[in-house]
């Protein structure tokens, strides 16, 4: 039995020593400066030995936290699984980070060493002075240096619940939460995908698993990564999604298992259609979020399915639900049935279930004894928000999930972005996915702001194309409006249209939220933005 990642690493290593464990294909090869081609499993467990040596000479050790920034390199994997083999928790840090989120990381997260790419050396250690954190860095390839304070766990044994990492969240609302992750976490994540089976088979040590998603993200950390740490075979980790190239590097590195988000296969839909879209060894793609638009066509034309999945940071594989059986029901947001390791509700607002077909929030924990099984171990430094979400023994989601009679469920909204207008919940992403679609859109972001009848009106924040033109305010505002009136139901579509230069994003690239719902208060009556309610009528 493995207690920990590194024990899981090993097992494969010695299992398959001269088997592909990663392989560079050219264009990340080519981003990061580094050989393109394979490292075996053998090389790579000598590299992990050779780390581990060195941070137990330098005094690391069991309940340490260090953090990493080394984008999707294979550097970041062997310095984990070297840290891990100690008790030494790693903190992944994006490296889109800029100084007030560098600086709240560090100092929440209290790691006194990061392993960095060196041009960031500078910004971490300056986050960590206004953070008042004691602070060294070094690169992948250099010596460690001495740990400053001894290991807090040092007299206890690494194991199963030993922090493995500390993982934070997006932070749509308020400031990021940082999600402890033991051992046990991400073991019980490699073993679930490994075990899927039906429509996702899982071939012992012959995948070879593609992932454009960053490590510092728990489906790259904890899926794609850990199901070949469990199964063996190889991963194919790209420093990032590049749609003109992605397909070129799925046949180069003779990928057969694909992991995605919705954006993905939009964005590789938009080029045009060619012979070659066929021309790869991909049996079947694992994500969530496809566009129900795009889910079907997107099959059809390159040849695999789009296997969707529902899990968060927090949930891990623990509460996991995936549409790994037939039928799927294809482009319906539809992510499978519950399996027997998890129990569900879904729930209004006063917190009684609701019935199928209607919209409640998702609650979720561990089916027997212990609810909390393989779930992450709390939010560092916030035991009340760890109570709050597991308030009556359930963990409650935030994501709003339809249940149809037989027992499928379906993806609706975040719970804190559905607007509610004279008693419909409108869910911002489904109207967000059609205004995207009008061709002077470049991207949008929709929020409620109050309206004295209704509750809710829907705000769009809409950002334009470089090409278009925003000369006639109005005239633009109005045909936005018209294409969402054309799509959706009448009170979906947008009763203000407010353009402007750049949407409030979190480090990851999301919508933040809090921001725009603060924007959208404030938006009505400004010069950019128009007031179009009076296009909403009730349809005869």
Same mark, same amino acid.
């Given at each position: 039995?493995?207690?920990?990642?590194?024990?899981?690493?090993?097992a494969?290593?010695?299992?398959t020593?001269?088997?592909?464990?990663?392989?560079?294909?050219?264009?990340?090869?080519?981003?990061?400066?580094?050989?393109?081609?394979?490292?075996?499993?053998?090389?790579?467990?000598?590299?992990v030995?050779?780390?581990?040596?060195? =941070?137990?000479?330098?005094?690391?050790?069991?309940?340490?936290?260090?953090?990493?920034?080394?984008?999707?390199?294979?550097?970041?994997?062997?310095?984990?699984f070297?840290l891990?083999?100690?008790?030494?928790?790693?903190?992944?840090?994006?490296a889109?980070?800029?100084? !007030?989120?560098?600086?709240?990381?560090i100092?929440?997260?209290?790691?006194?060493?990061?392993?960095?790419?060196?041009?960031?050396?500078?910004?971490?250690?300056?986050?960590?002075?206004?953070?008042?954190?004691?602070?060294?860095?070094?690169?992948?390839?250099?010596?460690?240096?001495?740990?400053?304070?001894?290991?807090?766990?040092?007299?206890?044994?690494?194991?199963?619940?030993?922090?493995?990492?500390?993982?934070?969240?997006?932070?749509?609302?308020?400031?990021?939460?940082?999600?402890?992750?033991?051992?046990?976490?991400?073991?019980?994540?490699?073993?679930? =995908?490994a075990?899927?089976?039906?429509?996702?088979?899982?071939?012992?040590?012959?995948?070879?698993?593609?992932?454009?998603?960053?490590?510092? /993200?728990?489906?790259?950390?904890a899926?794609?990564?850990?199901?070949?740490?469990?199964?063996?075979?190889?991963?194919?980790?790209?420093?990032?999604?590049?749609?003109?190239?992605?397909?070129?590097?799925?046949?180069?590195?003779?990928a057969?298992?694909?992991?995605?988000?919705?954006?993905?296969?939009?964005?590789?839909?938009?080029?045009?259609?060619?012979?070659?879209?066929?021309?790869?060894?991909?049996?079947?793609?694992?994500?969530?979020?496809v566009?129900?638009?795009?889910?079907?066509? +997107?099959?059809?034309? +390159?040849g695999?399915?789009?296997?969707?999945?529902?899990?968060?940071?927090?949930?891990?594989?623990?509460?996991?639900?995936?549409?790994n /059986?037939?039928?799927?029901?294809?482009?319906?947001?539809?992510?499978?049935?519950?399996?027997?390791?998890?129990e569900?509700?879904?729930?209004?607002?006063?917190g009684?279930?609701?019935?199928?077909?209607?919209?409640?929030?998702?609650?979720?924990?561990?089916?027997?004894?212990?609810?909390?099984r393989?779930?992450?171990?709390? =939010?560092?430094?916030?035991?009340?928000?760890t109570?709050?979400?597991?308030?009556?023994?359930?963990?409650?989601?935030?994501?709003?999930?339809?249940?149809?009679?037989?027992?499928?469920y379906?993806?609706?909204?975040?719970?804190?972005?559905?607007?509610?207008?004279?008693?419909?919940?409108?869910s911002?992403?489904?109207?967000?996915?059609?205004?995207?679609?009008?061709?002077?859109?470049?991207?949008?972001?929709? !929020?409620?702001?109050?309206?004295a009848?209704?509750?809710?009106?829907?705000?769009a924040?809409?950002?334009l194309?470089?090409?278009?033109?925003?000369?006639?305010?109005?005239?633009? !505002?109005?045909?936005?409006?018209d294409h969402?009136?054309s799509?959706? !139901?009448?009170?979906?579509?947008?009763?203000?249209?407010?353009f402007?230069?750049?949407?409030?994003?979190?480090?990851?690239?999301?919508?933040?939220?809090?921001?725009?719902?603060?924007?959208?208060?404030?938006?009505?009556?400004?010069?950019?933005?128009?007031?179009?309610?009076?296009?909403?009528?009730?349809?005869?």
């Amino acid at each position: 039995m493995h207690l920990t990642v590194h024990d899981a690493f090993c097992a494969s290593a010695r299992r398959t020593p001269q088997a592909e464990f990663l392989f560079i294909e050219s264009v990340t090869a080519q981003a990061y400066g580094i050989a393109p081609g394979a490292i075996t499993w053998g090389d790579a467990a000598a590299e992990v030995e050779r780390l581990r040596a060195a =941070y137990a000479q330098a005094g690391y050790g069991h309940g340490h936290r260090v953090g990493l920034l080394l984008e999707n390199r294979p550097a970041f994997l062997f310095h984990w699984f070297a840290l891990n083999a100690l008790g030494v928790s790693v903190v992944p840090i994006n490296a889109e980070m800029r100084s !007030a989120e560098l600086s709240y990381l560090i100092g929440h997260s209290e790691i006194g060493l990061a392993v960095t790419l060196p041009h960031r050396a500078g910004d971490l250690r300056a986050a960590a002075k206004t953070a008042g954190i004691a602070f060294e860095t070094m690169g992948p390839d250099d010596a460690v240096p001495p740990a400053t304070t001894p290991a807090p766990r040092a007299a206890e044994p690494v194991g199963l619940a030993s922090e493995c990492a500390l993982l934070y969240t997006s932070g749509t609302t308020g400031r990021p939460k940082g999600c402890m992750l033991g051992n046990e976490y991400f073991l019980r994540a490699g073993q679930w =995908y490994a075990e899927l089976g039906d429509l996702c088979p899982v071939r012992p040590d012959a995948e070879r698993i593609i992932t454009p998603l960053p490590l510092n /993200h728990v489906n790259a950390m904890a899926f794609s990564t850990m199901v070949v740490l469990v199964a063996g075979g190889c991963l194919v980790q790209l420093d990032r999604f590049h749609p003109k190239r992605w397909l070129q590097s799925a046949r180069e590195s003779r990928a057969t298992i694909a992991h995605y988000l919705g954006v993905m296969p939009a964005m590789l839909l938009s080029a045009p259609s060619v012979d070659a879209d066929r021309e790869h060894h991909i049996r079947w793609g694992f994500g969530a979020g496809v566009d129900r638009k795009n889910h079907a066509p +997107f099959e059809a034309r +390159f040849g695999f399915p789009l296997i969707e999945a529902w899990a968060m940071t927090e949930t891990g594989a623990a509460a996991c639900v995936m549409a790994n /059986h037939e039928p799927r029901h294809v482009g319906t947001n539809c992510f499978g049935r519950r399996e027997d390791f998890v129990e569900i509700r879904l729930v209004d607002d006063e917190g009684r279930e609701v019935p199928d077909g209607t919209p409640g929030e998702l609650l979720v924990r561990s089916a027997g004894s212990d609810p909390r099984r393989y779930f992450f171990s709390g =939010y560092l430094k916030d035991e009340e928000a760890t109570r709050e979400a597991w308030a009556g023994g359930w963990f409650h989601t935030g994501d709003m999930v339809r249940r149809d009679a037989e027992g499928n469920y379906c993806f609706v909204d975040r719970k804190k972005n559905v607007i509610r207008r004279s008693g419909e919940n409108i869910s911002a992403v489904e109207v967000e996915s059609v205004l995207n679609q009008h061709p002077a859109v470049k991207t949008s972001a929709v !929020a409620a702001t109050p309206d004295a009848v209704r509750g809710d009106e829907v705000l769009a924040c809409i950002v334009l194309r470089d090409d278009a033109q925003a000369s006639d305010p109005a005239r633009l !505002a109005a045909s936005i409006v018209d294409h969402a009136l054309s799509q959706l !139901a009448y009170y979906k579509a947008p009763g203000y249209v407010a353009f402007v230069g750049a949407l409030p994003l979190t480090a990851s690239q999301k919508i933040q939220r809090g921001q725009l719902r603060e924007l959208a208060n404030a938006l009505p009556g400004q010069a950019n933005c128009v007031d179009t309610r009076s296009m909403k009528r009730r349809q005869s």
